[in-house]
């Protein structure tokens, strides 16, 4: 059984940081294709940063430049760091995993940047 759990959100202030992580268990992170989406209130998810099985990385034009994703087989956790924050980056992040014929989700952690 599929597990992604998230944690590391909190309230920070504009400019600061945060580091996400997506802990997995009853699959391999190092396998397939990982992603960091958000959704704020009354707006879309949408997909912020993901990495494939081969290392190739994606980033949302939003965030390029300032977030960056990361994958430690060892640990079978995906993260995502966060520099520079903005009061539009305010939303619930979850953690996705793609194995091809579905995707798994986490519960969300809510990541809340004050200005």
């Known amino acids: 059984q599929v597990q992604l759990v998230e944690s590391g959100g909190g309230l920070v202030q504009a400019g600061e940081s945060l580091r996400l992580s997506c802990a997995a268990s009853g699959t391999a992170v190092r396998l397939h294709t990982m992603g960091w989406y958000r959704q704020a209130p009354g707006a879309q998810r949408e997909c912020v940063a993901r990495?494939?099985?081969?290392?190739?990385?994606y980033y949302a034009d939003s965030v390029k430049g300032r977030f960056t994703i990361s994958r430690d087989n060892a640990k079978n956790t995906v993260y995502l760091q966060m520099n520079s924050l903005k009061p539009e980056d305010t939303a619930v992040y979850y953690c996705s995993e793609d194995v091809g014929w579905r995707d798994y989700w986490g519960q969300g952690t809510q990541v809340t940047v004050s200005s």
């Open positions: 990495i494939t099985s081969g290392g190739s990385t």
